[in-house]
């Protein structure tokens, strides 16, 4: 099977970016999985389809899926690429669109500077809410947040790490580190995504604070490994350094692969918004097998 794909990158997170509104490719895991790997296929961090209204009120479906092949709830980087791609496409004139994810409705809005705003929705702090087993722990509180202790097995260079759970539609766990480029973001990533206390798995974020408006942050993403900027993990680590009084409203998260800003009011029931780039690198099609590994 071929099939036309647009690669696009915001922030150095990468993606292939297929047009499903005239109809279904119906492509398998092995096949996702091929399109994302960086040898045999295309290369991206994730695979985003655009798929047509599903609903009044609804502009588009957006889609994600992992290189992993999994399907997964939301992606902040990816969700500016797909605004630009409907955007470009001419699939829609609107500047601001109401998408729905795996994850729930966001509303992604290009901006004159020609970066794109997301608003992706609330942050969830519960633990049943991310998820987040907390049974038999003790949350350390700061702030008007909380930190649980997350014990780590014997590969990790310390026993214990303590993290901040939020829910940005996806599952992350934030822990503050003095260098991000020291961080053991390699070797402790992996422990901390399949931690059997996230039944989801989680993304784990290492996020250094500058000062209180400008943060460092890097992310091992669930499913993909560490990736040059993650915008879910950029909104839950600002959400929470916000929620543990360490932040202030507006921040500038450095990633290794740019810059995104990230505005929340502290209230639960408000909006995080993120802004960034959203960048088209190149467009071609690709021959698929029907069957892959």
């Known amino acids: 099977m071929q099939i036309r794909f647009t690669k696009m990158q915001g922030a150095g997170n990468d993606f292939v970016v297929l047009d499903e509104t005239q109809g279904r490719l119906g492509l398998s895991a092995a096949q996702y999985r091929f399109l994302a790997d960086r040898h045999f296929g295309v290369g991206a961090d994730q695979i985003l389809t655009v798929r047509p209204s599903p609903a009044e009120g609804i502009d588009f479906e957006y889609v994600i899926h992992n290189a992993d092949g999994g399907e997964v709830e939301q992606c902040g980087n990816g969700a500016r690429c797909f605004a630009r791609f409907v955007h470009d496409k001419g699939l829609s004139g609107k500047d601001t669109l109401r998408v729905l994810t795996k994850g729930g409705v966001i509303a992604p809005r290009l901006t004159p500077d020609g970066r794109v705003t997301v608003d992706m929705g609330r942050p969830q702090f519960e633990p049943a809410q991310v998820p987040f087993d907390a049974t038999g722990l003790s ?73 209180r408006t400008h943060v460092r942050l890097r992310v091992f993403e669930r499913g993909v490994g560490e990736t040059l900027a993650c915008g879910t993990g950029a909104c839950a680590a600002v959400a929470a350094g916000i929620r543990l009084g360490l932040l202030d409203n507006e921040v500038h998260v450095d990633t290794r692969g740019g810059r995104l800003t990230i505005a929340w009011s502290g209230q639960e029931a408000d909006s995080v918004f993120m802004t960034g780039p959203a960048t088209t690198v190149f467009e071609g099609q690709i021959d698929i097998p029907d069957t892959t590994l």
Do not use: C, Y
């Open 139 to 211: 949350a350390v509180d700061q702030g008007l947040g909380q930190k649980w202790p997350l014990a780590l097995d014997g590969k990790a260079l310390v026993a214990t790490v303590l993290v901040a759970v939020v829910s940005m539609g996806n599952p992350h766990a934030v822990q503050l580190v003095g260098n991000v480029d020291t961080a053991p973001v390699l070797e402790t990533g992996p422990l901390i995504e399949n931690h059997v206390r996230f039944p989801q798995r989680v993304n784990a974020g290492f996020l250094q604070i500058v000062d």
